[in-house]
Nanobody, 127 residues
Framework: VQLQASGGGLVQAGDSRRLSCAASGRTSTNLATGWFRQAPEMEREFVAAIAWNGGGTYYADSVKGRFTISRDNANNTVYLHLHSLKPEDTAIYYC?????????????????????WGQGTQVTVSS
């Protein structure tokens, strides 16, 4: 499975942006997908995740209410809708996927849970 993240760019505080994560390869596998981000000199952190069927969504507290994750399985694409962007949202955003199912909801926020990673897309929010 290959993941291609796109949609990043330079935006102003308060703006919105939509990131896309397109999967290719063995996409017949049902994949849960997560978004992580890494700011300069910071650890990579969890942002949001969605179950393979869209039945469960999970968010970091820092983005809850501002970001929304969704998926279009017909097109093998997961979206991260960013709203009310803040300068502290500036980071490289990575998407990741796994065929594993997290029945407890405890593992989606943990990067080792994921088997496949995209290359990242830069989001820069100016104040």
């Amino acid at each position: 499975v290959q993941l291609q993240a796109s949609g990043g760019g330079l935006v102003q505080a308060g703006d919105s942006r939509r990131l896309s994560c397109a999967a290719s390869g063995r996409t017949s596998t049902n994949l849960a997908t997560g978004w992580f981000r890494q700011a300069p000199e910071m650890e990579r952190e969890f942002v949001a995740a969605i179950a393979w069927n869209g039945g469960g969504t999970y968010y970091a507290d820092s983005v809850k209410g501002r970001f929304t994750i969704s998926r279009d399985n017909a097109n093998n694409t997961v979206y991260l809708h960013l709203h009310s962007l803040k300068p502290e949202d500036t980071a490289i955003y990575y998407c990741a996927a796994t065929p594993k199912v997290d029945y407890t909801g405890r593992y989606y926020a943990q990067s080792p849970w994921y088997n496949y990673w995209g290359q990242g897309t830069q989001v820069t929010v100016s104040s």
